[in-house]
């Protein structure tokens, strides 16, 4: 995952007496009652915003293989597709998929003198090197009456929550590392913060096609469908002298 640089700005709010003592009363006055974020008029403080944007790749792939037969005898055509079906669960047991991400429909049906059945098995992977193995094995062993589908990609609800997460936690303190280094220029101290809020957070997803017409390998379909978001927020940190009287140790 990567970050963008955020984008900030700080506006110091004077003291009562700085006010006074530069005689500009009515103009900070007048930007003291539009501020309500602070709890106290005499409390200095230095407002920041920060952004961030973090993308994140798949991390789930999902694959789909359908077993299909048609004979005269239900029995037999039955028994055929059932054959294959069995032999591909075990294969995805052994590969440590757990039922929960192995779901499969059956139907059957009858035109004139044949039965059809047909069976569709859904795997989700979580590991795209056994998923990739487990293809390969299906494509080699099965005959032609089962269609093994390229895997799509998508992202688990837990994944896009931490990313939600850490994009606004990365956000938070790209306005804390601003808002330290303008108070070192300003020859000021940064206390603690008063207020935290997250003013905006987007989503969206860079699904693009092969401009080129060349098929996309596996690789490049999962690079290709990815996540991201981005995060800006608002903070307010309060402002302290620094200690000049401090000794170095």
């Known amino acids: ?131 990739q193995d487990v293809r390969s094995v299906f494509i080699e062993k099965l005959d032609k009456s089962v269609c093994v589908g390229n895997p799509y990609y998508t992202h688990s609800t837990e994944s896009l929550n931490l990313l939600r997460r850490q994009v606004c936690l990365q956000a938070v303190d790209n306005a804390r590392l601003k808002a330290s280094e303008a108070c070192c220029i300003l020859g000021q101290a940064l206390g603690r913060p008063l207020l935290v809020r997250e003013e905006e957070s987007r989503e969206w997803t860079n699904s693009q096609d092969d401009v080129t017409g060349t098929p996309l390998t596996l690789h490049q379909k999962a690079g290709v469908t990815l996540f991201s978001a981005s995060s800006r927020v608002f903070v307010t940190f309060e402002l302290r002298p620094k200690d000049r009287n401090r000794r170095k140790l």
């Open 1 to 131: 995952m990567a970050h963008s640089p955020s984008r900030v700005f700080a506006t110091l709010l004077p003291t009562a007496d700085d006010v006074h003592g530069h005689g500009n009363e009515s103009i900070f006055h007048h930007a003291a009652k539009q501020n309500s974020l602070h709890p106290q008029s005499n409390v200095r403080v230095v407002q920041v915003t920060g952004c961030a944007e973090l993308t994140c790749l798949p991390d789930r792939a999902t694959v789909v293989i359908i077993v299909q037969n048609s004979k005269e005898n239900v029995n037999d055509v039955t028994n055929s597709v059932s054959r294959r079906l069995d032999y591909i669960l075990q294969t995805v047991r052994q590969n440590d998929v757990k039922e929960e991400n192995i779901t499969v429909a059956k139907h059957l049906q009858r035109e004139e003198e044949l039965f059809h059945m047909q069976a569709e098995v859904h795997m989700v992977f979580s590991n795209f090197e056994t998923m």
